[in-house]
């Protein structure tokens, strides 16, 4: 069964303290690994996709990077309006679209 | 220009009521889904459908009925309710392969 685990659940950082969120996963053939944000009240805003091992991809203050267990968000440099949930979801290749999330990491980040 | 709307945005009722959920989307996209998010914020797939067609039913109970009259709008109508349908449903889009799922702001339902 297709698995995302995320860690931590939350992180509390000061405004420029930079830091990694990881997600971690089983999968039977990866098709695709998605970064979302997802802000209190609303729905989850897509950020990346990663294809394959060793590929990156950056977006301001985010760089997100796969390996074949494993993925980051590196957050550089944080700024307060980076607090909210960041959700890992994996694609198997098994012919069908479905998304499996993990938890999510709560981030906060202080002035 | 919302790309993907849902309707209500909260909905509470008694339980063994009947209630639907509305989805548009006017992405263009062929395939749309429903996901459920639970207290502890975990989303998970109900449903999706492509150009009209079901293509995955993830073992939901058969209370749930999807309804997809167009390829730009996808409902949901709930018989029934129980307590433990209480969360928040999400409706997304998205394009064919491993295109990103496009999703909406969710309709929290309240169960009382």
């Known amino acids: 069964e297709d698995q995302v685990t995320q860690s931590p659940e939350a992180l509390r950082l000061q405004e420029g303290e930079s830091s990694s969120l990881n997600c971690s996963y089983t999968?039977?053939?990866?098709?695709?690994l998605f970064w979302y944000r997802q802000d209190p009240g609303k729905g989850p805003e897509f950020l990346f996709t990663?294809?394959?091992a060793g590929e990156e991809k950056e977006k301001e203050r985010l760089k997100a990077t796969l390996t074949k267990k494993e993925s980051f968000l590196h957050i550089t440099a944080p700024k307060p309006e980076d607090s909210a949930t960041y959700l890992c979801?994996?694609?198997?290749?098994?012919?069908?679209?479905?998304?499996?999330f993990g938890t999510g990491t709560r981030l906060l980040v202080s002035p | 220009d919302t790309a993907v709307s849902q309707t209500p945005k909260y909905l509470v009722t008694q339980m063994g009521n009947d209630k639907s959920i509305k989805c548009e989307q006017n992405?263009?996209?062929?395939?749309m889904y429903w996901y459920k998010q639970d207290s502890k914020k975990f989303l998970k797939i109900m449903f999706s459908?492509?150009?009209?067609?079901?293509?995955i039913n993830e073992t939901v109970p058969n209370r749930f009925s999807p309804k997809s009259p167009d390829k730009a709008h996808l409902n949901l109508h709930i018989n029934s309710l129980e307590l433990g349908d209480s969360a928040v449903y999400f409706c997304?889009?998205?394009?064919?392969?491993?295109?990103?799922?496009?999703f909406g702001d969710g309709t929290r339902l309240s169960i009382l």
């Open positions: 997304a889009s998205s394009g064919t392969g491993n295109q990103p799922q496009h």
């Open positions: 999968v039977s053939g990866l098709r695709g």
């Open positions: 990663l294809y394959s």
């Open positions: 979801a994996v694609q198997a290749n098994t012919g069908f679209q479905k998304l499996v």
């Open positions: 992405l263009g996209h062929d395939t």
């Open positions: 459908y492509n150009n009209k067609e079901l293509i």
